[in-house]
């Protein structure tokens, strides 16, 4: 089983549609939660953390259920802009700066 | 600021030739992370650094991957000797300690063995 598991899409939906994008992680020690945002051809970069309480940031809303391992991004009144690939990701428990990164959930928003 | 710099961007080479992948980390930065993304596999972490001493090197495919990091300001990943599944971009990024945990990746540098 991969320690962190994404659907990987692709997600087509028209421009102003709500999305919703999960993801599973398998190390129950694990404490931090970020969604990363990767461009074609480009390097990923951050686009939110993920607390427990969940938390927004405009139209992006992430949340975080640690009973069920789960992992979740919606994006609401979506553009064209936000086509890219989502990538969720896991610190890898314990007292490391490691990253585990999913393969990520493409999105093509259509005019 | 400059951000996290890698050269070249680009490198085509033949099976069996040396490969050195360089990276220049944001300055005061005390974490430096090696990974390879591929279609199949997705981003790999190959290596860390803290403070220039390697943490982990667990993810390394092989003897064929070295990395160093002589001081601060610059890293190399060489691959010798170089065969096709060695194919793959390769990212350098660099964080700082006691921070959200962000880290911040370089442009990367795609290499294809042939």
């Known amino acids: 089983r991969k320690e962190v598991e994404q659907d990987p899409g692709p997600f087509n939906v028209p421009e102003g549609a709500t999305v919703a994008f999960n993801c599973t992680y398998s190390?129950?020690?694990?404490?931090?939660f970020f969604w990363y945002r990767q461009d074609c051809r480009k390097e990923p970069k951050l686009l939110m953390s993920?607390?427990?309480s969940g938390n927004e940031d405009g139209r992006f809303t992430a949340q975080l259920n640690r009973a069920s391992q789960y992992i979740s991004l919606l994006i609401r009144d979506s553009k064209l802009s936000d086509s890219a690939t989502y990538l969720c990701?896991?610190?890898?428990?314990?007292?490391?700066?490691?990253?585990?990164f999913g393969t990520g959930t493409l999105l093509a928003v259509q005019p | 600021d400059a951000g996290v710099i890698q050269s070249p961007r680009h490198e085509v080479t033949e099976m069996g030739q040396e490969v050195t992948l360089r990276c220049k980390p944001i300055?005061?930065?005390?974490?430096l992370f090696w990974y390879r993304q591929t279609m199949m596999r997705g981003l790999e972490l190959l290596i860390y650094?803290?403070?220039?001493?390697?943490?982990?090197d667990s993810g390394m495919p092989e003897d064929r991957f070295s990395a160093k990091m002589p001081n601060a300001s610059f890293s190399t990943l060489k691959i010798q000797p170089s065969e096709p599944r060695d194919s793959a971009v390769y990212f350098c990024?660099?964080?700082?300690?006691?921070?959200?945990?962000?880290?911040?990746f370089g442009p990367g540098t795609r290499l294809t063995v042939t």
């Open positions: 990024a660099s964080s700082l300690a006691g921070s959200s945990y962000e880290q911040y």
């Open positions: 190390n129950s020690a694990s404490q931090s």
């Open positions: 993920v607390y427990s």
């Open positions: 990701v896991v610190k890898d428990g314990g007292a490391t700066n490691k990253l585990i």
């Open positions: 300055s005061g930065h005390d974490y």
């Open positions: 650094f803290n403070n220039n001493v390697p943490i982990d």
